[in-house]
């Protein structure tokens, strides 16, 4: 009688683990950069204890850059990258879902993991004149050849960017701003 107990425990726990996705950033290959997102935060007991939204940004997948609109329901409250900053991510349901390791701020090499529902399209986004606009792929991925930039392999600072003397910021005109 105690035997079955014992190993509906054991089989209970076991598949509890095996569901836990993994906190280490090498086992997420794609980056994906966060331009904006739209949250609400929900609290119990004054305590936060849910944030949902949606948002834009870049997936790095193969060397390529697809533009990406998500919604997400996540434990804790998600921030956009800053700058060139990407965050590690795979594929939960090819195309469709994503679980993204996103860091806990002010707690370094501790991340919690947020899956986002999404709609990959067929460009990539950009900003110009102030706004996002729509590039395509094979633009952005010279824009990335040119200044050394590859999220996916370790190089997520573009090297090689014209910075107007004037302002001390790059041109409007570049991807990935």
Same mark, same amino acid.
Request: glycine share 8%; with cysteine.
């Given at each position: 009688?105690?035997?079955?107990?014992?190993?509906?425990?054991?089989?209970?726990?076991?598949?509890?683990?095996?569901?836990?996705?993994?906190?280490?950033?090498?086992?997420?290959?794609?980056?994906?950069?966060?331009?904006?997102?739209?949250?609400?935060?929900?609290?119990?007991?004054?305590?936060?204890?849910?944030?949902?939204?949606?948002?834009?940004?870049?997936?790095?997948?193969?060397?390529?850059?697809?533009?990406?609109?998500?919604?997400?329901?996540?434990?804790?409250?998600?921030?956009?990258?800053?700058?060139?900053?990407?965050?590690?991510? @795979?594929?939960?349901?090819?195309?469709?879902e994503l679980v993204v390791l996103m860091p806990v701020f002010g707690k370094s090499n501790s991340y919690f993991t947020c899956d986002f529902k999404t709609d990959?399209?067929?460009?990539?986004?950009?900003?110009?004149?102030?706004?996002?606009?729509?590039?395509?792929?094979?633009?952005?991925?010279?824009?990335?050849?040119?200044?050394?930039?590859?999220?996916?392999?370790? @190089?997520?600072?573009?090297?090689?960017?014209?910075?107007?003397?004037?302002?001390?910021?790059?041109?409007?005109?570049?991807?990935?701003?």
């Amino acid at each position: 009688m105690r035997m079955p107990v014992l190993l509906s425990a054991v089989l209970l726990a076991s598949s509890m683990a095996a569901s836990a996705e993994s906190k280490n950033p090498a086992d997420y290959p794609l980056r994906i950069h966060i331009f904006g997102r739209n949250q609400t935060t929900f609290y119990h007991n004054r305590v936060e204890d849910e944030a949902k939204g949606d948002g834009r940004a870049n997936l790095f997948e193969n060397g390529l850059p697809h533009a990406v609109d998500f919604s997400y329901e996540c434990g804790e409250k998600i921030r956009p990258s800053f700058g060139y900053e990407t965050y590690p991510a @795979k594929w939960k349901k090819p195309g469709r879902e994503l679980v993204v390791l996103m860091p806990v701020f002010g707690k370094s090499n501790s991340y919690f993991t947020c899956d986002f529902k999404t709609d990959v399209k067929t460009f990539a986004y950009a900003t110009g004149n102030g706004r996002m606009i729509e590039e395509p792929v094979d633009r952005f991925k010279e824009w990335m050849v040119k200044h050394d930039y590859d999220p996916e392999h370790g @190089k997520g600072t573009p090297t090689n960017l014209r910075v107007d003397p004037a302002s001390g910021r790059e041109p409007e005109t570049q991807p990935q701003r």
